[in-house]
T-cell receptor, first 112, second 116 residues
């Protein structure tokens, strides 16, 4: 089955700096890669996703890149703000109606 | 967008009792519902996949007799934790996918289970 690895487990940056979180996946059949932001005690919130037919997607300060050959994808947050502090999870899935496998999570702290 | 309503949000129960968690899709038919468990400071781990009208598929290591899943209709899936023990204390969250939805899976709000 799919195995998703995520690094780093914790990340601390100064406000205004960029943050990068990386994930690798094992199943070459995976074709959908969402990123979730989770605040303590709350449900994960989708912040951006990418499908295997594109290599990069951007939404304001957030971007995701995908390298299908190497089977890794990354989340980039620019101009970080304190409210970006949360746990971020990557995930991989190979079909709309199949389960997602999550990475272990990255606790991002943005220091004012 | 798609909405999945999950109840209860928090529950405290005594060891040995059973707890039922409900997830309802409010504006779509949830053919499939995924059940995840999340321990503190850890990731979401898939427990089982329920399909309407058929038996749930459990992940390796998840006891199907302990975590009973029922998906009797296209809008309701339930997870019952039977004979709960303190080690079952966790955050349980369901997820489904609305056909045609642009932004993928929808999560319920989660249930914080504490077994005392």
């Amino acid at each position: 089955g799919e195995n998703v690895e995520q690094h780093p487990s914790t990340l601390s940056v100064q406000e205004g700096d960029s943050a990068v979180i990386k994930c690798t996946y094992s199943d070459s059949a995976s074709n959908y890669f969402p990123w979730y932001k989770q605040e303590l005690g709350k449900r994960p919130q989708l912040i951006i996703d990418i499908r295997s037919n594109v290599g990069e997607k951007k939404d304001q300060r957030i971007a995701v890149t995908l390298n299908k050959t190497a089977k890794h994808f990354s989340l980039h947050i620019t101009e970080t703000q304190p409210e970006d502090s949360a746990v971020y999870f990557c995930a991989a899935s190979w079909s709309n109606n199949n389960d997602m496998r999550f990475g272990a999570g990255t606790r991002l702290t943005v220091k004012p | 967008g798609a909405v999945v309503s999950q109840h209860p949000s928090r529950v405290i129960c005594k060891s040995g009792t059973s707890v039922k968690i409900e997830c309802r899709s409010l504006d779509f038919q949830a053919t499939t519902m995924f059940w995840y468990r999340q321990f503190p400071k850890q990731s979401l781990m898939l427990m089982a996949t329920s399909n309407e009208g058929s038996k749930a598929t459990y992940e390796q290591g998840v006891e199907k007799d302990k975590f009973l899943i029922n998906h009797a209709s296209l809008t309701l899936s339930t997870l019952t934790v039977t004979s709960a023990h303190p080690e079952d204390s966790s955050f349980y969250i369901c997820s489904s996918w609305k056909a045609g939805e642009l932004y993928g899976y929808t999560f319920g709000s989660g249930t914080r289970l504490t077994v005392v």
